[in-house]
């Protein structure tokens, strides 16, 4: 009889432990913001042909990549001719409250319908690259994941020849996962269940 209650225990005790880490799992993704700014180059009309559309999502540590949002190249660039040189633009990735990072970089390009060929790959048409330069804290308290953004690397926006705006292409970059911060809520249950599994092993000794 003992033996069986014991089993049983064990058995209930094995549940609540594994459904505290579950729900520990469960709560693993963690929510995310950003919003990008681009310097207005010489001679751009207002708006600025070139922005950052921001987005928001949850990053999954199982998957490793999170979606930053995107380079969007409006149509004013069918009849406008526009150089980016060293254009700095810079893309904040928040994770709520204080916890943000600032990604820093700089667009080079020719656009419009007399751009000049494109000096990396001779093609002919509009270009531009986005070449991030750094990664570096922006809020007072860092983001809860690792981002690893590739630096120094030329990331094509737009190279299609005489493409209708907008078009746009998608920024990504893998991130490390979330250091473990435990929930109180399954610790205390993982607790509780330990707990039951040693008392109940002393009581099935005697």
Do not use: C, H
């Not at 979606?67 to 633009?89: D, I, K, Q, R």
């Amino acid at each position: 009889m003992i033996v069986r209650k014991t089993r049983r225990i064990w058995a209930l005790a094995l549940g609540l432990a594994v459904t505290g880490w579950g729900i520990r799992a469960e709560a693993a993704s963690i929510p995310y913001t950003t919003y990008g700014t681009i310097a207005t180059p010489s001679g751009s009309p207002s708006p600025n042909p070139v922005y950052y559309n921001g987005t928001s999502g949850m990053f999954d540590p199982t998957t490793g990549t999170i979606t930053l949002g995107a380079f969007e190249v409006s149509s004013l660039t069918n009849t406008t001719n526009l150089t980016y040189s060293n254009t700095p633009f810079q893309i904040i990735v928040g994770s709520g409250g204080t916890q943000a990072e600032s990604i820093s970089g700089i667009l080079n390009g020719s656009l419009g319908p007399n751009a000049t060929a494109n000096p990396y790959t001779n093609a002919a048409g509009p270009w531009l690259y986005a070449t991030v330069s750094s990664v570096n804290p922006y809020g007072s308290d860092p983001l809860p994941f690792t981002m690893n953004v590739p630096l120094n690397t030329r990331l094509p926006i737009q190279t299609a020849n005489g493409a209708a705006g907008p078009t746009a292409t998608q920024f990504t970059v893998a991130a490390g996962p979330a250091p473990p911060i435990p929930e109180p809520a399954s610790i205390m249950v993982f607790t509780v269940a330990i707990g039951g599994l040693g008392l109940w092993r002393r009581r099935a000794g005697r």
